[in-house]
T-cell receptor, first 108, second 116 residues
Framework: GQNIDQPTEMTATEGAIVQINCTYQTSGFNGLFWYQQHAGEAPTFLSYNVLDGLEEKGRFSSFLSRSKGYSYLLLKELQMKDSASYLCAVLAGTALIFGKGTTLSVSS | GAVVSQHPSWVICKSGTSVKIECRSLDFQATTMFWYRQFPKQSLMLMATSNEGSKATYEQGVEKDKFLINHASLTLSTLTVTSAHPEDSSFYIC????????????FGEGSWLTVV
């Protein structure tokens, strides 16, 4: 079966660094996505990893280890607007499967 | 950047009626589109994978006769909720796989359906 795990909730303070982990077990792997979603809105694309290693994009970085079935999203210099749900998704074959999402709360 | 447009953004319909939601890729071709529904405070649940020119692949537990999906062209997929009931009220979101982009997937804005 398909299984994607990520923590349900995380809290952090402004200016801090937070790492959101995602582990997956899927039948097939064609890449891993991270999305940000604010309440009541559609997800916004953050990153895509298909090869092992770290992809850096501004304040956000994403890491993938295919052998471990593991990824993380790293958010630096946190801002209040980063409070949102972060979704890990795996493209397994032709289906994009989502984890349950991690709600990140950033406080001042 | 790539844009996926979803219409309508919100719709209210009476119980027993049908409603159609469109998903368009505005500036790229999409061989594959995905349809999701999302209940409040929950993650996205994949309903079906829609492939241009062929039948959609439905996830387990999704009634294909109730949620009709048509992907007639490389830029348009439609989801029709037939004989809608209040429990079908949800946020429906589509996404499109930009053909030839190395699996870059873009989301529509979502459609809020309320069945009264």
């Amino acid at each position: 079966g398909q299984n994607i795990d990520q923590p349900t909730e995380m809290t952090a303070t402004e200016g801090a660094i937070v790492q959101i982990n995602c582990t997956y077990q899927t039948s097939g792997f064609n890449g891993l996505f991270w999305y940000q979603q604010h309440a009541g809105e559609a997800p916004t694309f953050l990153s895509y990893n298909v090869l092992d290693g770290l992809e850096e994009k501004g304040r956000f970085s994403s890491f993938l280890s295919r052998s471990k079935g593991y990824s993380y999203l790293l958010l630096k210099e946190l801002q209040m607007k980063d409070s949102a749900s972060y979704l890990c998704a795996v493209l397994a074959g032709t289906a994009l499967i989502f984890g349950k999402g991690t709600t990140l709360s950033v406080s001042s | 950047g790539a844009v996926v447009s979803q219409h309508p953004s919100w719709v209210i319909c009476k119980s027993g009626t049908s409603v159609k939601i469109e998903c368009r890729s505005l500036d790229f071709q999409a061989t594959t589109m995905f349809w999701y529904r999302q209940f409040p405070k929950q993650s996205l649940m994949l309903m079906a994978t829609s492939n241009e020119g062929s039948k959609a692949t439905y996830e387990q537990g999704v009634e294909k006769d109730k949620f009709l999906i048509n992907h007639a062209s490389l830029t348009l997929s439609t989801l029709t909720v037939t004989s809608a009931h209040p429990e079908d009220s949800s946020f429906y979101i589509c996404s499109a796989d930009k053909t030839g982009s190395g699996n870059t997937i873009y989301f529509g804005e979502g459609s809020w359906l309320t069945v009264v």
